[in-house]
């Protein structure tokens, strides 16, 4: 029996959903490595946030170009 996600009661719904995340996890822990965690970002203000993001995003950007240009 195959049910789609939007088929099923809210309550379910959440259930389906942090089953499939827990899952998630799993699959790209074992991809890495069995013993590697991977760890929540720990970020002291939203200006710290915003200076991560930007990095992030700007190496993001960078990698794009060099990806297209190559």
Do not use: C
């Not at 490595?33 to 203000?45: A, Q, S």
Request: no cysteine; glycine share 2%; proline share 1%.
């Amino acid at each position: 029996m195959n049910i789609l996600r939007e088929e099923l009661s809210e309550e379910k719904r959440k259930e389906y959903d942090a089953l499939t995340a827990k899952m998630m996890s799993v699959y790209s822990r074992r991809l890495i490595d069995v013993n590697y965690w991977i760890k929540k970002p720990v970020f002291g203000t939203y200006e710290d946030l915003e200076d991560i993001l930007k990095t992030a995003f700007g190496m993001y950007e960078d990698f794009k170009t060099a990806l297209i240009h190559s």
